[in-house]
């Protein structure tokens, strides 16, 4: 419980911290108020051969417009107690009247009070008694009274209109990230059974084989995969150095299963390996180019990585030269599960800000071409 009212006064002091500007714009606008009106009634009284004292008259004008600045509190509350809605309109009319008229008085009370303290037009001044100053100030300045309180209740319903449009608006995005979030997981969740099982059926083909060497093998390289997959498992993105450390792992039970017939290229440009990239993009496109180009084939293949930066964007290039898409097809618009997999997952993350394309490639073969924005891990270097 002592910890339960901490965080609560935490809160409260939170709250009140946040309010305290608030309440500084508005006296600082009752102020300005009180501040023009003296100067409009010291100049008007100027041209008309009166002499009165500016100050004194700013005085009485601040402490007059400083009643509406300590009521503006209570007007407020009382909006908010009292809103102008349709099953209770009557009721908030009649309430908001009585708190006007009544504010009203106590207003015209105060300023003829300050009137007598202060004596702005000095021998002036006497000549007018103190309620007969009250009554012909409440009856000729009623309606800007009026006016003052339905302005004060006007700003105060746009505000908080305001604020909870903002509130919404901000709870919106938020769920719409939460969801994106939820959505990209639940992409790359199915990323991990499907090169499991795709690893383990290989695992099966050298156990048929009588390969049990190169079967442990790759179970330990399994290991070694699922290890890597499980400790980056709530990253949405990673150093691309990251991403061809898990290649690696990968390529290395690729090449258990095609001992004598899988050649691995790699042309990274050192100043790519801090950029981010999407967790587990470049597997499945691999995983595509060993089986499309080198395991159909008895001859020996190549499965190449590119990686590059140009015009703030890094471009990666997985590509094989196996036989090519057939047909003479430039281009994949489905590719089964990795590739509609990498295809949502970049649209998810960075909407028309990427290109993604799978195309046969000049001199046979095919490639896999992403480009996404170039963005370094934090608290790596600038690019």
Known sequence: MPALSENVGRAEAAQARRRWPVWVAVGGVWAFFGFLYASQLYVGLRAEGMSHSFWRLLVWQLLGWGFWGAATPLVLRLGRRFPFERHAWGRAVAV?????????????LSHEFFRHQLNPFDEHDAARGFWEGFFGRLTSQFHLEIITY??????????????RFREREGHAAQLEAQLAQAQLQALKMQLHPH???????????????????????????????????????????????????????????QQMRFPDRLRVEMRVEPDTLDALVPNLILQPLVENAVRHGVAPRAAAGRVGVAAEREDG?????????????????????GGGIGLSNTRARLAQLYGARHRFSVRNREGGGVEAVLAIPFRRAEGEGRG
């Open 96 to 108: 908001h009247l009585f708190a006007c008229v009544l504010l009203a008085a106590a207003h015209s």
């Open 195 to 253: 090169f499991l099982f795709n690893t383990l059926n290989g695992v099966a083909g050298l156990v048929r084989d009588q390969r049990n060497k190169e079967a442990v093998g790759m179970l330990a390289g399994l290991s070694d995969l699922l290890r890597h997959t499980l400790d980056s498992a709530g990253k949405q993105e990673v150093p691309l150095r990251e991403e061809l450390d898990f290649l690696e792992l990968y390529l290395d039970i």
């Open 150 to 163: 339905a302005a004060i209740l006007g700003v105060g319903y746009a505000f908080s209109y305001y604020t």
């Open 313 to 333: 964007l890094l471009w990666v290039t997985v590509y094989d030269d196996g036989p090519g898409l057939k047909n003479g097809q430039q281009d994949l618009s």
